[in-house]
């Protein structure tokens, strides 16, 4: 019976960077000290910073996007030691809520640079470029991305239990092996490794910090062994999540909330990032990681996502087969990027460019199906892209055409001239 | 205004093998007559084989499907010329209804051996296996998966325009080079090239016969200049789908009807397949490759899918770390099986084998959902499985355990000693 | 298992007069044989006439509709004996399936002249008209009512178990009372008693005939005991409800099936009638109504409807003061004419007329809620209109007006002048 | 671009009476002044009261619901004039958010003593009875009603524009006829006049605040000119609604928000009542009654209601044939209370007293539908209860009864003993 507020678990600020605020952490370890305490069956909120700890601010150029310092992000909120939580455990987690802060009603989406960050189609657009988003209540707008408006589908990018010293050390196996391994193949960077450049160990000093630092695994993947950086946009407000608890404590984090994303989180810098609040309640399940076979987190989501009915999406097929004519076998990976890509050719016809349709395809409810991954050697996945986040008629038959409205830009860096238009074939 | 009945514009004969079918073809090729003029804004009911012809019996025993002859499959309805349909236009097909055939009410999924066919988990399920589906109008059930019930969310695996020869042969000019290079690197075939056996060429004869025998594309891919066996659950009833027309009268072909499918359709053998019944409406956008920027075919889906509500669905994560633990970069494929893999894992719980469940996935309305393809190096993905097709409860706070409902099995082969369980590490 | 085609426990002739098919009957009475028989578990299909017996025809005038002999409507198919039924048990019905008939794919809605049959606005549109509907698949359209498609939530409008002499004889007790108190008070017809003339008592002769013809209920009215024509337009395909048993049997009917109907069809004659066939399963709970509470029927829907967005319906609001301004005390009924007429009000403005939209708010699935019944002394209710059902834009900021489109006119009688527009104050 | 906070336009505070906020009001009268301004285009934030201005507490007792001053009710927020608005204008106002204050996380739902109130089924349950919910972000629960949570689909219960002189002279003049002519015929009240006593006219003073406490309009009905008291529960977060303006200003008022509501708000006390915080912005459209025929307010609402699946509820039929078998001509309203009858009989077989599925039907989302008002003599109407919002399975074929789980109490009066079940026949 809450007759009062309910209690705030962490708070977070946002005049001074994520790095200085210790409540928080940017590694997953086992020997993170929990931040607070949270009993079972209480429902508390949690303040969370935007991904990027507070670099980005609500300006009409992408400097601050362009310059990034990747090496300062992800600063969770947490560890949270869950009382009663032991290893083998479920720790169920109610995600009860997730709003903006009232102090900050805005977010934004970024490009990177291809240089620093890129992302899914880094190789057409390698500049930065980047949206504001205005919040009004459950909508979004933004002036860089005029004629749209949408209701968020608000949830956390990153959610998890910390690892145990096993699990951390397999981390760090398998993603070497893979650097080690396959670094030349890909022409990018393939993992990041441990870095103790800029960690944020949260409360730890001395040895325990320096073995944070040392060993201490980036927070950029989702793993399957505790969930983290999923980026799930259906894991979302009244979901309840299944998670395997591998320390005493649980150690639950949480973070890099998102106004709203789309399927693939395309652009990485990527949904309606902003920093925000987060109401949470749990649960244990003893011994769940056996009785419910539970080796990757599972969840139920909630029931009030956005409806805008089957048949208000216009869907665009992907395949396998490249834009320069290279057939890839079964890449599903591929095949959704080639999804992207037939959503972008289409959408330029009302006059939007294509940095604009990135990151729109990033931050809207697009629903990303995987369609097919069996009739060799192409997969097939969709793209699903919701016609009512417009306010005019996206449809095949539509009247509108480019130049019909006005459909201003997004912000760029200040010094650049760009190509806006990548030219497929 | 249709009085009378709705004129058919192919009908099948389902007590003689596919490949006697002169009304049917089995390839992509621009030679291949059309077997049926159909107007522009005709409503017309075109009658579809199941995808191996008729070879698979209504049995308790797989033998039909570990022997099917893969070389006679997918005999497509038409193709049929579209009055008025020009290359560069844009053929717009809505799918009024698909139904089974009445005097066929069933249907069937199989695993094929990995030998003969294999899919998507055939490193784990390598024997051929076979559940049959008895469908009691909108709903299927099978003697072989007890205790679940769905709703079909009835669609066709394959719908297509004609290749034109230049898109013909640019098909083979990329598949044959994935095959030439890159075979080495899968262990399995990575795409079946034109192949003159057992060719069913439609009504032509001769030297066209002949040309179509040694060109025609193979229907195993869906490709991005057509469409083809995409295998999109979605694109079911009340859908309106908008395809590149490449040859004169477009020749649209169609086939392989499912009465139910999941997203991938994991077992390659795969939804539950069936004749039946496809009522279409057309009509032509001049000029609509261009207008629409149409690489690929895109569609609108209907508006009756099956509705479980968002917080129906148990959902499973996946990440692209393969059971062994070897990370794969950005793997959506890989992060897709394993998804699979902890469906099934949580799936035994409740009695069912292995192969049962793979047959379950394969054949219901699972959602297979892209989650982030840009968090290097794991992709995510999710797979919601929705919890009303079960007549007991298997949320994770289930009191249901192994044993306490009779999950009977599914048909294997009469004469192999199978193992139902596969161990993952 | 069914590898044969299912089971149809009765056919229906469209060629001859309902009245002479004795596999029907018209009346509700315990002693009307039964038709045939039905197993629990057995999936059967069952054709039905519309509702008038075959008395209204695929033409452009409206004579039928005014000429209509409403003493000959409702034969209904059954009873059907179900095996094991007895009073005081439940009888569960599956509705797997409902279906248009493949020989005859058109429908039709009529509005009845006031003088013959009347309706829920008979006040303000006195004369007979029609619509003619087309059948394409899920999807029904009319000449009658251009630009506008729909899905089909199909459903049987009349379904119920036959009552017990007891109450058999407890419903002609009350509806006479009502005649004989309040007959004046409406000034109109308020119930119709027994009336042997055209009856149709299935396959009874003699001495039983007679009694069923002297004190059958009329099909009209739905009544709580047993259902019966309640049309519920949500009792759709997929449902399972749930019926008591009165008599040895159950002696289950159905008929009146609707291709689509809105919530109340207002229009009486009313939602989009056709003959069809509709497939159910059935299935018994030993002492339901007991256990059930089970006083009337109660369902639960499938999970097919039609999905058009919350955000996809424009919703008017109606009050109980009535169009010359009278306050009514909390009724409902009046809340839902006021509606009703808000609705009319505001479509005229794309240029249909009074007549045409009386019947399109009659069949499309429009969404009528009660708001609230409680704030003295107006009940408030709500009549959701689907957009996505008009091919062009109907919503407030709509560009389009009166005279921009070719509306057509709905069907008339041949010999009369009528008013299309009726001036509410 | 707001950067900063939104603003808010109106506070109110929780520790005095409404009565002594002069920020608010509690009549509709056009010379209420306008308590701030509002641009067309501004989002902004307006506080609200609980609907009897903090006269209910959050306690185990329902003393408080039984001797509420029922003249003290409906603070309203407001007025606000909307700069440009003219009569004859259509004010379109977004319902952006709609939340709790942070600093009450708790509403309830009460039953009114007949004598004082009453209520739907106050004929059935004379007595006062409470609930406490408390709110858990998106989730409600209630002690009172153990083993139920559901998402609130929180909607402002009253939203209104102002009256002209004109049209609160009409109110006055049809209100009070029906006072003259029915008051007996009802036995109950049947509208409340004007009522000087207790009069809060906003900010007005002397001969104005003396012309409104004897003119103005109570605020207890909703009314089709304006809107006001609708209790619409789907005019919920993210609507448009539309009103026509009738003084220059527009005068939006808005008030007694709700958390949650059944269709009907049946309790009368009625919904889960609770102050908070409703989030909107606003537009003109020019002549918009005109354009747009708009005699009473319609919407379009949001795209994120709860989803519990069409086949995830419970429906129950009710008929016009009253508890003691009167039969009454097309009552939708006596329907629509056989229908909650239904529900609470059947809801019983778990344990829950009745007062308890009384406060039930009016929070929870119940669906409440107009199936059909022309059948003679019965109007058929429909409740669909979800079944999800319940932690066991309440199914007809569910395994548990009474007794199984501890259904606890509602809050009664401190000094009765309760008769908690209804003999209905």
Redesign the interface.
Known sequence: ??????RYATKVDLTIPGGEQKQLHNRWHPDIPSSAKIAPGE?VKIECLEWTGNQIK?TDNADDIRNVDLTKIHYLSGPFEIEGAEPGD?L?VE???VQPL??Q??GYCGVFNKENGG??LERFYPEAAKA?F??????CTS?HLPHVRF?GLIHPGIMGTAPSQEILD?WNR??T??VVN?SH??GT????LPEPRNVLPGSATGDIAAKIAKEGART?????EH?G??????LS??SKA?FPVHVKGAKLSVGDLHFSQG??????C?AVEMPGVI?I?TSI?KD?VS???L?????????????????????????S?DEV?????????TA?R?ACI?AI??L??FGYNDYQIYLLLSTAPI????????????????I?LPM?IFDF?I???SKFAKGDLDMGNCAFVTDYKHKLTYDFK
Request: glycine content about 12%.
């Open positions: 019976m809450a007759i009062g507020p309910i429902t609500n479920c169920v995600i009860k809520d009232e102090r009603p805005w992302g899914f504001i205005d919040f009004e209540g459950i909508h002036r209701t397999e398998r993603e092996e893979l396959e193949l890909h960077t393939v993992a990041q950029i993947p989702g793993r399957p969930g950086n999923c980026d799930i946009k259906n407000r009244g299944f399927d693939g989180e395309i652009s990485f990527g109401t309640k399940i769940g009785k419910l076979s080796k990757s987190p599972m969840f139920i989501a909630g029931d009030v996502p956005n409806q805008y009915g089957p048949s208000r999406y216009l869907t665009f097929e992907g395949f087969v004519g290279k057939q890839h076998f079964l890449c599903t990976t959704y080639q037939r050719e289409y330029r016809r629903e990303g199906h995987v369609a097919g991954v069996v009739d060799i050697p192409n997969a097939c996945t969709t699903g009512d008629d449809s095949p038959t």
